[in-house]
């Protein structure tokens, strides 16, 4: 049950770093226990998240293969690293030996093994801390195994362990004290064999429960860099098949905490990589930029033989790849306060810094800040897009056009020799009214057949050079008409910024879904001639309101999150069960978990909702611990209905007024306490209209 409250696991209001990269660095640790194993971070690709437990011999073999012949091993992933679901039924043998599974590995695993050093890679292998106990974890090494479960990883060949920790918080043990002991059993193998350490403690409250600090993930900080070359700094980043955006934040807010402790061959681990699990790749590049600056291990959890071409070249770009593996081993801060917007430096060995800047929102923006910020010095600054490899130069402004959920990362020095292209940041184009009604600050844009748009493009100069003839072209989806409203200057001064406008007019009938506003942005750089960039806006041109007396259950809505798994439409959360509260069964809802949104257009077209809202009967057994939410109806951006919290036994009325709302938002909150047990429903919500 503790396994799947960690499943349940809902947003974690983390503390985070603050300081500036004039002041970042620490004093030197103490020397280490731990050998220096992988002096900067370990990358590889592991089985859980893409696989489950469901992977053979010829698996492992076919992703080997994968690995090599499609170039990741040669950017650094190289360790196959098997998870839980290697062994057999019965863990043990008779004489107290691990046993593989026979029907998947019918070679044995020193097969296996020898198989995936010949291709010129490494293999790792999954633990437990605690002792195995059935129906808790799958297999552990607790109870007096410990040395003879490294002796025998280090004779199959294994050259990296993860340790979990299932068994032993079932079993109520001291981690740090478990820990420590694998630890020595590892370094003392009777082969002599070096052997990664990934210290893998899940457990966080209130995800799993109520622990004591100790317990936690979030105190491994103090004790595993002594001891491993890695430690999970937070519960799982998602699910098996199943990563979201806001988990990686998440973890990654998390694993941000303690960045003194990271140093060669010791390294905070926000847990895997997830390209294609559930994250689009602009959030996807956002996890790999957000792992690079980190100085975590780069391990994917998907499957490499079935990805993208595009996942391939985000997971092996050389420039991010450099920032990640800098030998210098330094964890990013972030510079400034936290939000929506963020700035985070990571100090390179060079002297330069790697700047990202995230945009954690739902709508593009332009983020910027100061070479000084990020404790450079000097009057320019040569500037390298890690993701794009545009080099321009700065006189200090470090600027770049965000998208929802995205990243910018650069690479920022002292420039020096001759004036360079100057930086130039072209925005991304933004819908700023629709209509006559400004659209809502931080929202994905929605637009319906029929409407007029203000569409702005702005484009900014900080370089040290000005730039000429500036021009903005835009493009929309078929039939749409656009109008420019504004004259182009003949220069753009440094320092100086314009905006671009534009009228767009959709037609009546024009087809529902994803749409894009695309601007094209030139301008002629002295000495370097014609510049130009691209930038992409999505637009959502929504589907027809709903008529009559509306289900909103069965209409199809713009968007929709839930804190886990998926929302699912007249069944609790997760499936196999109606919408229950306090007992009363409910024809028609949405059943979610926090945190989640749900998005629908009524267009002005709707005068009332009304629904119940509550925590569904599915957890009423579950717990104590959470299963409490709060409940919001939002019309364009403005709170119509606040539930505050709402427990298990008092579901509540809404009745809502929705005169002239175009955009209707029904979003849930975990109440304060995180998401454990807030398995939450709309129950009959119905629009008049």
Known sequence: MKRLSALLGGLLTAALVSASLVTA???AAAAPAAPVLS?????GWNTYFGLGGDFTEDTIKSVADTLVSRGLAKAGYDIVWLDGGWQADQSRSPEGDLVANPAKFPSGLKSLVDYIHGKGLKAGIYT????FIPGKCGLGSGGGYYQRDADQFAAWGFDAVKVDFLCGIAADLDPKTAFTEFAKALR?????RPIIFNLCNPVTSPDWGNYPESQQSINSWTYAPEIAQSWRTYTDVGFV???KYKDVLRNYDANARHPEVVRPGAFNDPDYLAPELGMSDEEFRTQMTLWAVAAAPLVIGSDVRKLSNTSIATLTDPDVLAINQDKAVVQAVRVGPAGTTETWVKRLADGGRAVVLLNRGDSAKTLTTTAAAVGLSGARFTLKNAWTDKVTESAGTISAAVPAHGTALFRVSPATGLPGVPHVTAGIPAVTKVGSAAQPVGAAPVVAGGDELRVEVAVRNDGLLPVLKPAVTLAGGTGWTIKPLTKAPTL??????????FTVTLPAGAPTGNATLTGRTSY??????????????????APEPPTGSAALSHHPWITATSGWMSPTVDEAVGGGSPISLVGQTYPTGIGVASPSLIRYYVGQQCSRLTATVGIDDAVRNVGPDGGTST??????????YDSGVVDRDNPKQVDVDLTGVRVLDLVVGDAGDGGYNDRADWAVPTATC
Do not use: C, H, M
């Not at 753009?492 to 406008?501: D, I, Y």
């Open 25 to 27: 660095t620490v004093p």
């Open 39 to 43: 002096p900067t971070p370990y990358q």
């Open 128 to 131: 437990d801390a605690g002792p």
């Open 188 to 192: 003392n193998n009777a082969s002599k």
């Open 241 to 243: 098949f199943d990563i």
């Open 492 to 501: 753009l001064a440094p320092g100086q910024r314009t905006t671009f406008a």
């Open 524 to 541: 002629e750089a002295i000495g370097f001639g014609v510049q130009q960039q691209t930038t992409v806006s999505p637009v959502v041109v």
């Open 631 to 640: 409940f919001q109806v939002v019309g364009d951006g403005k709170v119509l």
